[in-house]
Nanobody, 123 residues
Framework: QVQLVQSGGGLVQAGGSLKLSCAGS????????MGWFRQAPGKEREFVAS??????YFADSVKGRFAISRDNAKNTVVLQMNALKLEDTAVYYC??????????????????WGRGTQVTVSS
């Protein structure tokens, strides 16, 4: 059974930092894209960042503030979030899929999902 287990997140003041981690089990994700999406209240789920074979992809809204890394030996991906803004408040979801560079931001190309973790940025 494939699982993505998330950890991290919580409450932070604007300008602060948080780290999200995601550990995969049940299969090897070495050739898969692993990434993060988020969903704010009343909004659609949106792409945040992903990484595959050393290449990273970011939504314009987080470029320069967020970093993504992975450890293939541990089947984990980490999202380091810096300079957090109020608008970063959302439930963050880890995802994994055998997707292409052109489709990194498409939810439908990720068959595996974590259960979500809340990130709240306060003023």
């Amino acid at each position: 059974q494939v699982q993505l287990v998330q950890s991290g997140g919580g409450l932070v003041q604007a300008g602060g930092s948080l780290k999200l981690s995601c550990a995969g089990s049940g299969r090897t994700f070495n050739n898969y894209a692993m990434g993060w999406f988020r969903q704010a209240p009343g909004k659609e789920r949106e792409f945040v960042a992903s990484i595959r074979i050393g290449n990273t992809y970011f939504a314009d809204s987080v470029k320069g503030r967020f970093a993504i890394s992975r450890d293939n030996a541990k089947n984990t991906v980490v999202l380091q979030m810096n300079a957090l803004k109020l608008e970063d408040t959302a439930v963050y979801y880890c995802a994994a899929g055998f997707t292409t560079a052109q489709n990194m931001a498409l939810m439908k190309t990720y068959p595996y999902w974590g259960r979500g973790t809340q990130v709240t940025v306060s003023s």
